[in-house]
Protein backbone atom coordinates (compact mmCIF):
# COMPACT_ATOMS: atom_id res chain seq x y z
CA UNK A 1 0.00 0.00 0.00
CA UNK A 2 1.03 3.71 -0.41
CA UNK A 3 2.87 5.46 1.88
CA UNK A 4 3.19 8.62 -0.13
CA UNK A 5 1.08 10.82 -1.37
CA UNK A 6 -0.05 12.51 -4.52
CA UNK A 7 2.66 15.30 -5.15
CA UNK A 8 2.37 19.08 -6.68
CA UNK A 9 5.88 19.64 -7.76
CA UNK A 10 7.47 22.36 -9.49
CA UNK A 11 5.06 25.34 -8.10
CA UNK A 12 6.93 28.52 -7.01
CA UNK A 13 10.07 26.16 -7.41
CA UNK A 14 10.47 25.69 -11.21
CA UNK A 15 13.86 27.60 -11.72
CA UNK A 16 17.06 24.92 -11.63
CA UNK A 17 19.07 28.01 -9.64
CA UNK A 18 16.29 28.09 -6.54
CA UNK A 19 17.13 27.69 -3.49
CA UNK A 20 14.80 25.82 -1.42
CA UNK A 21 14.21 26.74 2.21
CA UNK A 22 14.43 23.99 4.82
CA UNK A 23 10.77 24.70 5.69
CA UNK A 24 10.15 24.42 2.10
CA UNK A 25 11.54 21.23 1.64
CA UNK A 26 10.31 19.31 4.75
CA UNK A 27 6.61 20.66 4.08
CA UNK A 28 6.94 18.83 0.99
CA UNK A 29 7.90 15.66 2.54
CA UNK A 30 5.32 15.62 5.11
CA UNK A 31 2.61 16.86 3.15
CA UNK A 32 3.30 13.72 0.27
CA UNK A 33 4.12 10.96 3.13
CA UNK A 34 1.31 9.79 4.56
CA UNK A 35 0.85 7.79 8.23
CA UNK A 36 1.06 3.42 7.51
CA UNK A 37 -2.47 1.26 7.50
CA UNK A 38 -3.10 0.50 11.42
CA UNK A 39 -3.01 -3.74 11.94
CA UNK A 40 -3.80 -5.72 14.99
CA UNK A 41 0.14 -7.15 16.36
CA UNK A 42 0.13 -9.24 19.50
CA UNK A 43 1.55 -7.57 22.29
CA UNK A 44 6.07 -8.13 21.60
CA UNK A 45 5.35 -7.49 17.87
CA UNK A 46 3.58 -4.38 18.74
CA UNK A 47 7.06 -2.73 20.88
CA UNK A 48 7.99 0.17 19.33
CA UNK A 49 4.71 0.99 16.94
CA UNK A 50 1.91 3.37 17.90
CA UNK A 51 -1.57 3.06 19.03
CA UNK A 52 -3.94 4.26 17.09
CA UNK A 53 -6.99 3.91 19.81
CA UNK A 54 -7.50 4.62 22.89
CA UNK A 55 -7.46 1.33 25.47
CA UNK A 56 -9.86 1.36 28.22
CA UNK A 57 -9.48 -0.99 31.35
CA UNK A 58 -12.07 -3.77 30.87
CA UNK A 59 -11.20 -5.16 34.69
CA UNK A 60 -9.64 -3.14 37.53
CA UNK A 61 -6.50 -3.55 39.05
CA UNK A 62 -6.16 -4.88 41.20
CA UNK A 63 -9.06 -7.25 40.78
CA UNK A 64 -9.18 -8.07 44.65
CA UNK A 65 -7.66 -6.36 47.64
CA UNK A 66 -4.19 -8.12 48.28
CA UNK A 67 -1.38 -8.02 50.68
CA UNK A 68 2.01 -6.29 49.34
CA UNK A 69 4.03 -7.99 52.35
CA UNK A 70 4.70 -11.35 53.32
CA UNK A 71 2.97 -11.56 57.18
CA UNK A 72 -0.12 -12.38 59.02
CA UNK A 73 -3.71 -11.07 57.67
CA UNK A 74 -5.33 -10.41 61.30
CA UNK A 75 -7.33 -8.05 62.64
CA UNK A 76 -6.71 -4.87 64.05
CA UNK A 77 -8.61 -5.31 67.61
CA UNK A 78 -6.22 -8.15 67.96
CA UNK A 79 -3.04 -6.56 67.27
CA UNK A 80 -3.40 -3.00 69.21
CA UNK A 81 -1.34 -2.30 71.83
CA UNK A 82 1.06 -5.19 70.53
CA UNK A 83 4.74 -4.80 71.94
CA UNK A 84 7.83 -6.70 72.15
CA UNK A 85 7.44 -6.69 75.71
CA UNK A 86 3.79 -7.09 75.80
CA UNK A 87 3.35 -8.95 72.38
CA UNK A 88 -0.02 -10.17 70.61
CA UNK A 89 -0.36 -14.20 70.83
CA UNK A 90 -3.04 -15.49 67.81
CA UNK A 91 -4.00 -18.87 66.35
CA UNK A 92 -2.33 -19.55 62.64
CA UNK A 93 -5.48 -20.54 60.70
CA UNK A 94 -3.64 -21.32 57.43
CA UNK A 95 -2.00 -19.95 54.55
CA UNK A 96 -3.30 -17.28 52.00
CA UNK A 97 -0.69 -17.81 48.88
CA UNK A 98 -0.90 -15.88 45.36
CA UNK A 99 -3.19 -17.29 43.30
CA UNK A 100 -5.09 -19.59 46.32
CA UNK A 101 -8.58 -19.68 45.33
CA UNK A 102 -10.16 -20.82 48.38
CA UNK A 103 -9.60 -18.64 50.98
CA UNK A 104 -9.43 -18.92 54.83
CA UNK A 105 -11.43 -16.57 57.20
CA UNK A 106 -10.24 -14.65 59.78
CA UNK A 107 -11.92 -14.93 63.27
CA UNK A 108 -11.14 -12.94 66.48
CA UNK A 109 -7.98 -14.17 67.73
CA UNK A 110 -6.77 -15.54 64.83
CA UNK A 111 -4.53 -14.49 61.78
CA UNK A 112 -3.92 -16.50 58.04
CA UNK A 113 -0.18 -16.41 57.08
CA UNK A 114 -0.49 -14.69 53.94
CA UNK A 115 2.21 -13.81 50.95
CA UNK A 116 2.69 -10.91 48.63
CA UNK A 117 0.02 -10.60 46.09
CA UNK A 118 -2.38 -13.06 48.15
CA UNK A 119 -5.87 -11.66 48.31
CA UNK A 120 -7.15 -10.23 51.55
CA UNK A 121 -9.10 -13.15 53.26
CA UNK A 122 -12.11 -12.38 54.62
CA UNK A 123 -12.45 -11.37 58.34
CA UNK A 124 -9.42 -10.17 58.30
CA UNK A 125 -8.34 -5.84 58.08
CA UNK A 126 -4.98 -5.59 58.23
CA UNK A 127 -1.55 -7.34 57.38
CA UNK A 128 1.03 -7.19 59.69
CA UNK A 129 5.02 -7.85 57.97
CA UNK A 130 6.76 -11.30 59.21
CA UNK A 131 9.45 -9.17 60.14
CA UNK A 132 7.41 -7.73 63.04
CA UNK A 133 6.46 -11.23 64.25
CA UNK A 134 8.07 -14.29 65.97
CA UNK A 135 7.44 -16.44 62.58
CA UNK A 136 5.45 -18.98 64.84
CA UNK A 137 8.99 -19.78 66.10
CA UNK A 138 9.05 -18.05 69.95
CA UNK A 139 12.19 -17.03 69.88
CA UNK A 140 11.68 -13.10 69.00
CA UNK A 141 11.35 -10.94 65.64
CA UNK A 142 11.99 -13.04 62.43
CA UNK A 143 13.55 -11.81 59.12
CA UNK A 144 11.50 -13.86 56.93
CA UNK A 145 9.41 -16.94 56.81
CA UNK A 146 11.15 -20.25 56.21
CA UNK A 147 10.29 -22.41 52.85
CA UNK A 148 6.79 -24.37 52.99
CA UNK A 149 8.34 -27.44 51.99
CA UNK A 150 10.77 -27.02 54.64
CA UNK A 151 8.49 -25.68 57.64
CA UNK A 152 4.95 -26.77 56.87
CA UNK A 153 4.10 -26.31 60.43
CA UNK A 154 4.60 -22.88 59.82
CA UNK A 155 1.30 -22.70 58.42
CA UNK A 156 -0.56 -23.65 62.21
CA UNK A 157 0.15 -23.02 65.62
CA UNK A 158 0.37 -19.21 67.03
CA UNK A 159 2.24 -16.34 66.46
CA UNK A 160 3.25 -13.53 68.33
CA UNK A 161 3.02 -10.40 67.05
CA UNK A 162 5.44 -7.68 68.53
CA UNK A 163 3.71 -4.23 66.83
CA UNK A 164 0.08 -2.55 65.74
CA UNK A 165 -0.91 -2.24 62.56
CA UNK A 166 -3.44 0.26 61.31
CA UNK A 167 -6.57 -0.50 59.18
CA UNK A 168 -5.76 -1.40 55.61
CA UNK A 169 -1.92 -1.14 56.64
CA UNK A 170 -0.13 -3.42 53.74
CA UNK A 171 -3.29 -4.21 51.67
CA UNK A 172 -2.94 -2.59 48.15
CA UNK A 173 -6.52 -1.95 47.46
CA UNK A 174 -8.60 -3.29 44.55
CA UNK A 175 -8.78 -1.16 41.55
CA UNK A 176 -5.86 0.98 43.36
CA UNK A 177 -3.92 1.23 40.36
CA UNK A 178 -6.69 1.47 37.56
CA UNK A 179 -10.44 1.00 37.63
CA UNK A 180 -12.22 -0.96 35.50
CA UNK A 181 -13.43 1.55 32.19
CA UNK A 182 -10.72 4.26 32.86
CA UNK A 183 -8.69 4.92 29.97
CA UNK A 184 -5.10 2.92 29.95
CA UNK A 185 -3.42 4.58 27.33
CA UNK A 186 -4.70 6.91 24.76
CA UNK A 187 -4.36 6.80 21.00
CA UNK A 188 -0.81 8.24 19.69
CA UNK A 189 1.38 6.82 22.64
CA UNK A 190 4.43 4.42 21.29
CA UNK A 191 4.39 0.99 23.07
CA UNK A 192 7.60 0.35 25.26
CA UNK A 193 7.99 -2.30 28.02
CA UNK A 194 5.42 -0.12 30.25
CA UNK A 195 2.89 0.30 27.79
CA UNK A 196 3.27 -3.93 26.98
CA UNK A 197 3.04 -4.85 30.78
CA UNK A 198 0.05 -2.58 31.30
CA UNK A 199 -1.78 -4.14 28.47
CA UNK A 200 -0.93 -7.31 29.15
CA UNK A 201 -2.22 -6.91 33.33
CA UNK A 202 -5.93 -5.60 31.61
CA UNK A 203 -5.96 -8.70 29.78
CA UNK A 204 -4.81 -7.37 25.79
CA UNK A 205 -3.38 -9.64 24.00
CA UNK A 206 -3.26 -7.76 20.48
CA UNK A 207 -3.95 -4.50 19.97
CA UNK A 208 -4.26 -2.27 17.26
CA UNK A 209 -1.28 0.15 15.97
CA UNK A 210 0.41 1.07 13.04
CA UNK A 211 3.48 -0.57 12.04
CA UNK A 212 7.02 0.15 12.43
CA UNK A 213 8.54 1.63 9.10
CA UNK A 214 10.49 -0.35 6.88
CA UNK A 215 13.18 1.58 6.15
CA UNK A 216 16.28 0.61 2.90
CA UNK A 217 19.32 2.41 3.47
CA UNK A 218 21.82 2.28 0.52
CA UNK A 219 24.91 3.81 0.01
CA UNK A 220 26.34 4.58 -3.27
CA UNK A 221 30.12 5.44 -4.27
CA UNK A 222 32.41 3.00 -6.25
CA UNK A 223 35.15 4.33 -3.64
CA UNK A 224 33.48 2.74 -0.81
CA UNK A 225 34.12 -0.92 0.84
CA UNK A 226 32.81 -2.94 3.95
CA UNK A 227 34.42 -2.10 7.06
CA UNK A 228 36.73 -5.25 8.48
CA UNK A 229 38.13 -5.78 4.64
CA UNK A 230 41.51 -4.26 3.73
CA UNK A 231 41.29 -0.45 2.05
CA UNK A 232 42.84 -0.28 -1.27
CA UNK A 233 44.09 2.96 -3.30
CA UNK A 234 41.49 5.58 -3.07
CA UNK A 235 38.85 3.91 -1.29
CA UNK A 236 37.36 4.70 2.09
CA UNK A 237 35.33 2.80 4.47
CA UNK A 238 30.90 2.77 3.84
CA UNK A 239 30.42 4.63 7.14
CA UNK A 240 26.80 6.64 6.12
CA UNK A 241 24.91 3.25 5.45
CA UNK A 242 25.49 2.12 8.75
CA UNK A 243 25.13 5.60 10.23
CA UNK A 244 21.61 6.10 8.73
CA UNK A 245 20.73 2.85 9.04
CA UNK A 246 21.17 2.87 12.91
CA UNK A 247 19.64 6.29 13.01
CA UNK A 248 16.21 5.38 11.40
CA UNK A 249 16.22 2.18 13.99
CA UNK A 250 16.79 4.86 16.79
CA UNK A 251 13.35 7.05 15.13
CA UNK A 252 11.54 3.93 15.41
CA UNK A 253 12.08 1.95 12.29
CA UNK A 254 12.93 -1.58 10.57
CA UNK A 255 15.78 -0.50 8.55
CA UNK A 256 18.08 -2.59 6.20
CA UNK A 257 21.25 -1.62 5.42
CA UNK A 258 21.72 -2.54 1.67
CA UNK A 259 25.49 -0.93 1.53
CA UNK A 260 27.19 0.44 -0.78
CA UNK A 261 26.32 0.32 -4.68
CA UNK A 262 28.49 1.40 -7.41
CA UNK A 263 28.63 4.57 -9.55
CA UNK A 264 26.59 2.70 -12.06
CA UNK A 265 22.81 3.99 -12.47
CA UNK A 266 22.23 0.90 -14.13
CA UNK A 267 22.77 -1.24 -10.80
CA UNK A 268 21.50 1.38 -8.71
CA UNK A 269 17.86 1.45 -10.76
CA UNK A 270 17.68 -2.50 -10.67
CA UNK A 271 19.06 -2.50 -7.07
CA UNK A 272 16.47 -0.27 -6.10
CA UNK A 273 13.84 -1.85 -7.49
CA UNK A 274 14.85 -5.29 -5.84
CA UNK A 275 14.28 -3.34 -2.62
CA UNK A 276 11.40 -2.28 -3.02
CA UNK A 277 9.30 -5.19 -2.27
CA UNK A 278 10.52 -4.53 1.87
CA UNK A 279 10.44 -0.62 2.10
CA UNK A 280 8.33 1.87 3.22
CA UNK A 281 10.52 4.05 2.59
CA UNK A 282 13.77 4.43 0.43
CA UNK A 283 16.85 6.63 1.52
CA UNK A 284 19.75 6.94 -0.22
CA UNK A 285 23.35 8.91 0.58
CA UNK A 286 25.59 10.12 -2.47
CA UNK A 287 25.42 11.17 -5.99
CA UNK A 288 23.31 13.76 -5.86
CA UNK A 289 25.69 16.95 -6.59
CA UNK A 290 26.37 17.98 -9.78
CA UNK A 291 29.53 16.01 -10.56
CA UNK A 292 29.79 13.44 -13.52
CA UNK A 293 29.80 10.52 -11.17
CA UNK A 294 26.75 11.49 -9.35
CA UNK A 295 24.90 8.82 -9.75
CA UNK A 296 21.64 8.85 -7.81
CA UNK A 297 21.06 11.93 -10.05
CA UNK A 298 22.01 9.96 -13.20
CA UNK A 299 19.68 7.12 -12.37
CA UNK A 300 16.56 8.52 -10.80
CA UNK A 301 16.02 11.95 -12.70
CA UNK A 302 13.55 10.38 -15.20
CA UNK A 303 12.09 7.86 -13.22
CA UNK A 304 8.24 8.28 -12.72
CA UNK A 305 5.01 6.61 -11.59
CA UNK A 306 3.28 7.07 -15.25
CA UNK A 307 -0.21 6.30 -13.08
CA UNK A 308 0.81 9.23 -10.41
CA UNK A 309 1.00 13.10 -11.28
CA UNK A 310 3.68 14.63 -9.59
CA UNK A 311 5.89 11.19 -8.81
CA UNK A 312 9.37 10.96 -9.63
CA UNK A 313 12.21 12.05 -7.83
CA UNK A 314 13.41 15.85 -8.15
CA UNK A 315 16.41 17.22 -7.11
CA UNK A 316 17.34 20.51 -5.24
CA UNK A 317 19.63 23.16 -3.82
CA UNK A 318 18.48 24.21 -0.09
CA UNK A 319 19.73 27.24 1.75
CA UNK A 320 21.54 25.15 4.34
CA UNK A 321 24.85 24.11 5.11
CA UNK A 322 25.65 21.11 5.22
CA UNK A 323 23.52 19.18 2.91
CA UNK A 324 22.82 21.64 0.00
CA UNK A 325 22.31 18.96 -2.31
CA UNK A 326 18.90 17.27 -1.58
CA UNK A 327 16.40 14.79 -3.75
CA UNK A 328 13.06 13.89 -2.65
CA UNK A 329 10.16 11.66 -4.74
CA UNK A 330 8.52 9.14 -4.96
CA UNK A 331 8.89 5.66 -7.03
CA UNK A 332 7.75 2.15 -7.69
CA UNK A 333 4.17 0.57 -8.11
CA UNK A 334 3.39 1.73 -4.47
CA UNK A 335 4.90 5.46 -4.41
CA UNK A 336 6.92 4.24 -2.36
CA UNK A 337 8.75 7.86 -0.67
CA UNK A 338 12.66 8.64 -1.79
CA UNK A 339 15.14 10.72 -0.01
CA UNK A 340 18.10 11.19 -1.77
CA UNK A 341 21.24 12.56 0.87
CA UNK A 342 24.68 14.24 -0.15
CA UNK A 343 27.25 12.09 0.61
CA UNK A 344 29.35 13.91 3.14
CA UNK A 345 29.19 11.76 6.39
CA UNK A 346 28.28 15.03 8.14
CA UNK A 347 25.73 16.30 5.42
CA UNK A 348 24.18 12.93 5.23
CA UNK A 349 23.86 13.05 9.31
CA UNK A 350 22.21 16.14 9.37
CA UNK A 351 19.81 15.28 6.41
CA UNK A 352 18.84 12.51 8.22
CA UNK A 353 17.53 14.20 11.32
CA UNK A 354 15.69 17.24 9.80
CA UNK A 355 14.35 15.62 7.30
CA UNK A 356 14.17 11.47 7.19
CA UNK A 357 13.53 11.25 10.86
CA UNK A 358 10.64 13.37 10.27
CA UNK A 359 9.36 11.28 7.80
CA UNK A 360 9.67 8.22 9.88
CA UNK A 361 7.56 9.49 12.74
CA UNK A 362 4.92 10.95 10.32
CA UNK A 363 4.77 7.32 8.47
CA UNK A 364 3.83 6.10 12.26
CA UNK A 365 1.30 8.57 12.87
CA UNK A 366 2.86 10.37 15.67
CA UNK A 367 1.39 13.76 15.78
CA UNK A 368 4.58 15.14 17.09
CA UNK A 369 7.23 14.63 14.32
CA UNK A 370 10.37 17.09 15.38
CA UNK A 371 13.35 16.60 17.98
CA UNK A 372 13.41 18.73 20.71
CA UNK A 373 14.39 22.37 20.42
CA UNK A 374 15.39 24.75 23.26
CA UNK A 375 17.80 28.35 23.60
CA UNK A 376 20.79 28.09 24.85
CA UNK A 377 24.21 30.22 25.41
CA UNK A 378 26.95 29.91 23.01
CA UNK A 379 30.18 28.44 25.25
CA UNK A 380 33.01 28.97 22.20
CA UNK A 381 36.66 30.63 21.79
CA UNK A 382 35.44 32.55 19.15
CA UNK A 383 32.56 33.26 16.85
CA UNK A 384 30.87 31.49 14.67
CA UNK A 385 30.94 32.56 10.93
CA UNK A 386 27.71 31.41 9.06
CA UNK A 387 27.71 32.28 4.82
CA UNK A 388 25.11 34.07 4.73
CA UNK A 389 21.65 33.41 2.99
CA UNK A 390 22.12 29.77 3.93
CA UNK A 391 21.23 28.08 7.35
CA UNK A 392 24.03 26.04 9.06
CA UNK A 393 23.96 23.61 11.36
CA UNK A 394 26.89 22.95 13.62
CA UNK A 395 27.89 20.12 15.93
CA UNK A 396 28.11 21.11 19.58
CA UNK A 397 27.48 19.46 23.24
CA UNK A 398 24.47 20.74 25.45
CA UNK A 399 23.81 20.82 29.05
CA UNK A 400 22.34 23.08 31.67
CA UNK A 401 21.15 26.00 29.32
CA UNK A 402 24.87 26.24 27.53
CA UNK A 403 25.53 24.76 24.15
CA UNK A 404 29.86 24.17 23.18
CA UNK A 405 30.48 23.58 19.53
CA UNK A 406 32.21 20.59 18.59
CA UNK A 407 35.01 20.24 15.62
CA UNK A 408 34.69 23.30 14.68
CA UNK A 409 32.52 24.41 11.30
CA UNK A 410 33.78 21.87 9.25
CA UNK A 411 31.03 19.97 7.79
CA UNK A 412 33.29 17.08 6.85
CA UNK A 413 34.60 16.53 10.48
CA UNK A 414 32.74 12.72 11.43
CA UNK A 415 34.29 12.53 14.10
CA UNK A 416 32.74 15.26 15.98
CA UNK A 417 29.54 13.12 15.31
CA UNK A 418 30.38 10.76 17.98
CA UNK A 419 30.54 13.25 20.59
CA UNK A 420 28.13 15.61 19.79
CA UNK A 421 24.31 15.64 21.51
CA UNK A 422 23.00 18.84 19.38
CA UNK A 423 22.94 20.90 16.53
CA UNK A 424 23.39 24.81 16.83
CA UNK A 425 21.33 26.32 14.30
CA UNK A 426 22.82 29.35 12.72
CA UNK A 427 20.12 31.83 10.77
CA UNK A 428 19.96 32.30 7.48
CA UNK A 429 20.46 36.42 8.13
CA UNK A 430 23.39 35.77 10.48
CA UNK A 431 27.06 35.93 9.18
CA UNK A 432 28.74 35.44 12.76
CA UNK A 433 27.49 34.56 16.36
CA UNK A 434 29.57 35.73 19.27
CA UNK A 435 30.01 33.62 22.29
CA UNK A 436 27.45 34.57 24.88
CA UNK A 437 24.73 34.74 22.08
CA UNK A 438 22.06 32.69 22.80
CA UNK A 439 20.94 30.46 20.01
CA UNK A 440 18.51 27.74 18.95
CA UNK A 441 19.11 24.17 19.76
CA UNK A 442 18.23 20.77 18.37
CA UNK A 443 18.74 18.15 21.01
CA UNK A 444 19.58 14.81 19.71
CA UNK A 445 19.27 11.59 21.42
CA UNK A 446 16.15 12.85 23.31
Known sequence: MSSAATRVTGQDHSGPDHLWSVEEHLEDILATVRPLEPIELHLLDAQGCVLVEDVTVPVSLPPFDNSSMDGYAVRVADVAGA????????????????????????????????????PLPP?????????????????????????????PEGATGHVQVYRPAEARAHVRAKGSDVKAGDRALEAGTILGPPQIALLAAI???TVRVRPRPRVVVLSTGSEL?????????????????????????DAGAIAYRVGAVADDAETLRSTIEDQLVRADLVVTTGGVSVGAYDVVKEALSHVADADEAGSG?????????????????????????????????????????????????????????HRPVTRAT???????????????????????GRVTPVGGAGSHLIAALAHADALIVVPEDTESVEPGTEVEVVLLGR
Open 83 to 118: SEEFPAALEVVGDVAAGQAELLHVGPGQAARIMTGA
Open 123 to 151: GAETVVPVEWTDGGLGEGPVRGMRARSLG
Open 203 to 205: GRG
Open 225 to 249: VQPDTELGAGQIYDSNSFALTAAAR
Open 313 to 369: IEFRKLAMQPGKPQGFGSIGPDHTPLLALPGNPVSSYVSFELFVRPAIRALMGLADV
Open 378 to 400: LTADKALTSPKGRRQFLRGTYAD
